[in-house]
Structure formats: structure tokens, C-alpha cells
């Protein structure tokens, strides 16, 4: 009975069960944030509609966005001590059309993100995106470390760095 690997084999098999309920709830704390970003991004994308197609101003983007979702819910993350900040290169700006913005620019642009800010109405132009990952993501049989984000389009990415935050056009004055 003093075999090494009938050891590690019993080793394994109790603790599994254990491992496997840990890489679950990381996974749930991912998805929950990653659904709070999508209500953000189906939000913003109703109140463009209601605004002639015209994206909210960052220095009041919660505020404005009160009416089209469950605030207490869905504006910042449950499981991290992050926040969620509002990129502001699309403070204001017109929804893309022919003339004025490419379309795949504000589909890979983030608009909402993972952030170390803690003001209501927090919005920059990336400057507190977080040093360390802000989740964990088990998929693939791999565990990556990374950040949700809601890009311009309203889809939510898990990225594993950084994404590029860059001017996109130019801003309707309202």
C-alpha cells in the first residue's frame, strides 16, 4: 500500500472534486461580470437609438443609463474590486455611419471597461485600466488571466491584454 502512484492516484481522484467546484465558481464570477457588461452594452446601444443615434456623454454615463437597466445590479463587477469605466472617445459621438466613422473601428474599440477608477460616472481614455487581470477564464482546458470589456458594437470580449483606445471621429455637441 505504499506505492507513489496508487498514492497520487487516490490523491487525485478526492481531490477532483475540489479543483473542479474552484474552476467553476471562477468561471460563474467571470460570466456574471462579463453579463452585467452586456446589460451595460445593450443600454447604451437603446439609448443611442432614443438620442438620434447619438452614444451618451461620459461624465454622466450611469446616470443616463438608469432608465434601461437594473442600476444596483449591472454597474460594476460583483466578484473584483474593479469597477466599470466608460471610454471617452465615445463621449458624444454620432453613431457610425458611411461618413463619418468605420464601422469595424468602433466594433474592436472598447467602450466600457474593467477599471481602477471608483467614480460614479467613471470614464477615461484607458489610463486606469488595470495592471493585474481582473478575472480568470477557464476554457479550452487552458486558465487565462484577463478583462472583460463591451466593445462600441455592444458585444462583451474576454481580452487577455490591453486593447487600443484611439480617437474615433468626430462628437455631436448636445
Known amino acids: 500500500m505504499k506505492n507513489p502512484v496508487f498514492v497520487a492516484l ?3 481522484a478526492l481531490l477532483s472534486p475540489f479543483a473542479a467546484a474552484y474552476l467553476a465558481g471562477l468561471q460563474r464570477q467571470t460570466q456574471t461580470c462579463s453579463s ?3 446589460f451595460l452594452g445593450l443600454a447604451t446601444l437603446q439609448y443611442a437609438r432614443d438620442y438620434d443615434e447619438n452614444y451618451l456623454l461620459s461624465k454622466n454615463w450611469r446616470d443616463a443609463l438608469e432608465p434601461y437597466h437594473d442600476r444596483n445590479r449591472v454597474t460594476n463587477c460583483p466578484h473584483s474590486e474593479m469597477n ?3 471610454n471617452r472617445y465615445f463621449s458624444g459621438l454620432k453613431w457610425p455611419s458611411r461618413d463619418t466613422i468605420n464601422q469595424e473601428d468602433i466594433e474592436q474599440a472598447p467602450l466600457f471597461f474593467d477599471s481602477t477608477l471608483s467614480a460614479r460616472n467613471a470614464a477615461d481614455r484607458g489610463e486606469s485600466w488595470p495592471e493585474g487581470a481582473a478575472h480568470t477564464y477557464f ?6 488571466r484577463g478583462w472583460n470589456v463591451v466593445l462600441g458594437d455592444g458585444n462583451v470580449k474576454f481580452v487577455t491584454r490591453k486593447p487600443k483606445f484611439e480617437f474615433l471621429g468626430p462628437t455631436v455637441s448636445r
Do not use: T
Request: charged share 20%; no cysteine.
Open 84 to 86: 466599470y469605466a466608460m
Open 36 to 38: 452585467n457588461l452586456r
Open 139 to 144: 476554457g479550452n482546458w487552458k486558465l487565462r
Open 10 to 12: 487516490i490523491g487525485a
